[in-house]
């Protein structure tokens, strides 16, 4: 496990926040990040969920966001950097961008969601 927590210190990574549709806009006091989406050296993705994705998610936004996880698995097969760069600027809908970085380690609030959430 220390391998790989070291491993995933040094990843490039995009935390996405849930904006449930109906705040038109706005904002939670806290809005929850769901996914964790990580980079690795060879450019390949990992996605991290919340492991309590359908009970922070509306019953009104789960299809759409499971349907938005299964697309950017396939997505990041054919063409990983497009989707990293595009999840990293999303600011629209129930999925936006929470924070980037280049180093997840220098973002200690972050790295430690990556021992709760699951892989997708």
């Keep these: 496990m220390s391998n790989k927590m070291d491993e995933i210190l040094q990843r490039r990574f995009c935390a996405l926040e849930y904006r449930p549709q109906w705040l038109s806009g706005g904002s939670l006091k806290a809005n ?3 996914l964790l989406v990580l980079e690795d050296e060879k450019g390949s993705l990992c996605f991290l969920v919340h492991p309590e994705l359908r009970e922070v998610v509306t019953d009104k936004d789960i299809p759409y966001i499971e349907s938005l996880l299964k697309d950017f698995l396939e997505r990041a097969k054919l063409n990983p ?11 629209v809908g129930p999925l936006v961008t929470h924070e980037t970085g ?5 973002y200690p609030h972050i ?6 959430f699951e892989q997708f």
């Design 32 to 34: 929850p990040i769901i």
């Design 81 to 91: 950097a497009a989707l990293f760069k595009q999840l990293s600027s999303l600011e």
């Design 102 to 106: 280049s180093n997840i380690s220098d």
């Design 111 to 116: 790295f430690m969601l990556c021992s709760h």
